[in-house]
Nanobody, 127 residues
């Protein structure tokens, strides 16, 4: 069974940057679509960004457009989320998730569609 481990979270000030990384291991399928989600206290888990297996197709949550960039390195089994110009409202636990796919170009926005989840990494942005 696949395992995902997030890293790179922390406490930063508004306007700072963070780079989150998701490392995958134990995968049994050859292709995975990956998403980064976040969940703030009292709120539902929401999509931040998603990337297809090929890396060519990307989807971003509206507020992430222009500030966050998702990328992947399949040789290293990692998917990164570069977050720039962070805002206090970005404070949340960030999770990465994988979905086994047959298509190299598809992304998914609904968290219920994903097969594997990491344990999450806390991002706190102070004003």
């Amino acid at each position: 069974q696949g395992q995902l481990v997030e890293s790179g979270g922390g406490l930063v000030q508004a306007g700072d940057s963070l780079r989150l990384s998701c490392a995958a291991s134990g995968r049994t399928n050859s292709r995975y679509s990956t998403g980064w989600f976040r969940q703030a206290p009292g709120k539902e888990r929401e999509l931040v960004a998603a990337i297809s297996w090929s890396g060519k197709t990307k989807s971003y949550w509206d507020s992430a457009q222009g500030r966050f960039t998702i990328s992947r390195d399949n040789a290293k089994n990692t998917v990164d989320l570069q977050m720039n110009n962070l805002k206090p409202e970005d404070t949340a636990v960030y999770y990465c998730a994988d979905k086994s796919v047959s298509s190299a170009e598809i992304t998914y926005v609904d968290p219920s569609q994903y097969d594997y989840w990491g344990q999450g990494t806390q991002v706190t942005v102070s004003s």
